[in-house]
C-alpha cells in the first residue's frame, strides 16, 4: 500500500511538472508572437526571431518556435542585400523544426517561401529551379494538411506577381485567393500559438483583382 501511495505521489508531480512547464512554453510562445505582430523594423523582426530560436533551443522537443523563427528569416530574407545568406539562414533553422516535425504543413510553406527568397536574386534566370521547388513543396503541403489555407495563399500570390504571359495575373490568382478566403474562414488551428497569418495577403489579391 505504502508503495501505490509513493508512485501514485511521483506520478501526480510529474504531471504537474509537465502541465507547469507547458504553461510556460506557451505563455513564452504568446509573448513572442505579440512582439512578432508588433515588430516594424528589421531589428525589431530579427530580435523576435532571435527569441524563438531560444524558446526552440531551451524546449528541444518543440517544432513551432524553430518553424516561427524560419518564417521571419524567410520572410524578411525578401529585403535583404544578401538574400542568399539570408534565406540560407531560414533554411537552418527550419532544418531543426522539421527534425522535429516530419511532413508539416506549415514547415513545408516555409519551405517554399525560402525557395521565392532565393528566386528573387534573379528572377529571370532562377525561376525555372526555384519556382519549381517551390511548386513541389506547396503541393507536398497541401497533400499534408488540405485544409491549411497558407500554401494555397502562396500559390495566389505567386501567381499575381507571374506575368500573364507565363500564366500568371488575375485570372489565375484570384480562383485560388478565393479559395484560400474560404479555407481561412473554415480553418481551426491547433492551439492559440499556432500558425493563422494569411489575410491580409488574401485580401490585397481579392482587392487588386476586382
Not at 5 to 27: D, G, H, P, R, Y
Not at 145 to 156: G, M, Q, W
Not at 163 to 169: A, D, H, I, K, L
Request: with cysteine.
Amino acid at each position: 500500500m505504502k508503495k501505490v501511495i509513493i508512485l501514485s505521489f511521483v506520478l501526480v508531480n510529474t504531471m504537474f511538472a509537465a502541465f507547469s512547464q507547458n504553461e510556460k512554453f506557451t505563455a513564452a510562445m504568446a509573448s513572442a508572437l505579440e512582439q512578432m505582430k508588433a515588430a516594424k523594423t528589421p531589428e525589431e523582426t530579427a530580435a523576435v526571431a532571435a527569441k524563438f530560436e531560444r524558446i526552440g533551443d531551451a524546449e528541444k522537443t518543440q517544432w513551432l518556435p524553430y518553424y516561427y523563427a524560419a518564417l521571419i528569416k524567410a520572410q524578411s530574407a525578401f529585403a535583404a542585400k544578401d538574400k542568399d545568406k539570408a534565406a540560407d539562414e531560414a533554411t537552418a533553422i527550419l532544418d531543426k523544426a522539421e527534425a522535429l516535425e516530419k511532413n508539416n504543413s506549415e514547415i513545408l510553406c516555409t519551405r517554399a517561401t525560402i525557395c521565392y527568397a532565393h528566386m528573387m536574386v534573379d528572377p529571370m534566370t532562377r525561376w525555372m529551379q526555384y519556382g519549381a521547388e517551390a511548386t513541389k513543396n506547396l503541393d507536398a503541403s497541401i497533400k499534408a494538411d488540405a485544409t491549411n489555407p497558407r500554401p494555397v495563399i502562396l500559390k495566389a500570390n505567386s501567381l499575381k506577381n507571374t506575368p500573364e504571359q507565363f500564366g500568371g495575373g488575375c485570372e489565375t490568382a484570384k480562383p485560388l485567393a478565393e479559395k484560400a478566403a474560404k479555407l481561412l474562414a473554415d480553418f481551426k488551428p491547433a492551439s492559440p500559438i499556432h500558425p493563422t497569418w494569411g489575410k491580409e495577403v488574401v485580401d490585397q489579391i481579392l482587392e487588386s483583382c476586382k
